[in-house]
């Protein structure tokens, strides 16, 4: 069955249009933050070569994306930033989105960023389909604590997380050695477990067999499991 946060995911379909960024603020560190606070943004790469390594069938990355996001939409908004050809299955889902000009990576989150307005911000790789929402909603948690904060990936030389309690705080540098990165921008490493879907990202058909049945329902079935 499909998984939610405690709170309800049922939205309007919504897609981002351009609105003027809001100055940012300091309230949200000035008081308790949870975890519903947050808008979290997802980059999804929208094309049909995207996750190639993986090999099977080519629904095989919007479907780990789809469960990526699903496990965040408990979140007070979600913002994916992907192409237009998958944009409307993400916006069915209760997301917003934003195209992906497809310069890079990076790129994609500060175009997501610039969207968010200055409150508590979350950027959530969107290759993590083992994620629960419980996972996700304790890391924002302890986030919480901290103006940066970053969860390494299961081999501890990516991330697969950062937050920033202010949007304008924050300097994606994912790609290779983004842990070594993150940290260096100051981020604060958060005590996640090895074993969570939060640093269980899929980069290769090995790292997504060894998931097995802790893979989202939409992965699996495309899988045939």
Known sequence: MPRALARSSARSPRTCSGRARRRPGTRASRRAVRATDWTVVIPVKGTPAAKSRLGGSPDLALAIALDTVEAALGAARVIVVTSAEVSPTFVALGALVVKDTGVSLNAAVREGLAEAGPGPTAVLLGDLPALPPEELAGALQLAAGHPLAM??????????????????????????????AHLAAGYIELPVPVTSGLRRDVDTAAQLAALGDLAGHRTRAVLGR
């Open 151 to 180: 969860v390494a990936d299961a081999e501890t030389q990516g991330t697969t997380l950062i937050t920033a309690l202010r949007t304008d705080d924050h300097a994606p540098a994912f790609g290779v050695g983004s842990r070594t």
